[in-house]
């Protein structure tokens, strides 16, 4: 409409209160730059777990040896990338160019998450979302990196 200064934004919806992750639960992230975006309408809230198919609740989820698996060994990982597909989809048929996703997550997490052992324990990585998004171009931040992506959306 106003050229680049109306450039959407992919956010994971447990980012912004809907209460779609794996517990029920929402990571509502309050930050003034976010509010601004949402007031111009430039976010399009997306999950990809519910995109793929999967209930809220459900079971955690980590993933192991490339695969997504609940803790008792259910593998959900067509699940997964299908909803990684859909946000891709979403990010081609918008024009969107940037991505602020829920880190940890095994969709979403940007720079880490869980190792698969369902300890608790985090490694470097990234989710199958966050990494079809990266792969396709698409510059993906994590909520911890608000500011980094707020500088670099005030560029384009």
Avoid at 53 to 60: D, I, S, V
Avoid at 76 to 98: D, N, P, S
Avoid at 123 to 137: P, V, Y
């Amino acid at each position: 409409m106003f050229g680049e200064e109306m450039k959407k934004l992919l956010v994971s919806s447990c980012l912004l209160g809907k209460p779609v992750r794996y517990d029920g639960q929402s990571q509502n992230l309050l930050h003034p730059g976010l509010e601004s975006l949402k007031q111009q309408g430039r976010i399009v809230s997306f999950c990809p777990e519910v995109a793929g198919g999967l209930p809220t609740p459900r079971a955690p989820a980590e993933i192991s040896q490339g695969r997504v698996l609940t803790q008792d060994a259910h593998d959900v990982t067509a699940e997964f990338k299908a909803g990684a597909q859909q946000a891709l989809r979403v990010c081609k048929e918008q024009g969107i160019r940037f991505a602020l996703l829920k880190e940890s997550s095994p969709s979403c997490g940007r720079n880490y998450i869980y190792d698969g052992s369902h300890t608790g324990q985090k490694i470097r990585g990234m989710g199958l979302t966050a990494k079809l998004l990266s792969d396709n171009n698409i510059q993906v931040f994590s909520e911890q990196q608000l500011p980094a992506l707020l500088a670099a959306l005030a560029k384009v």
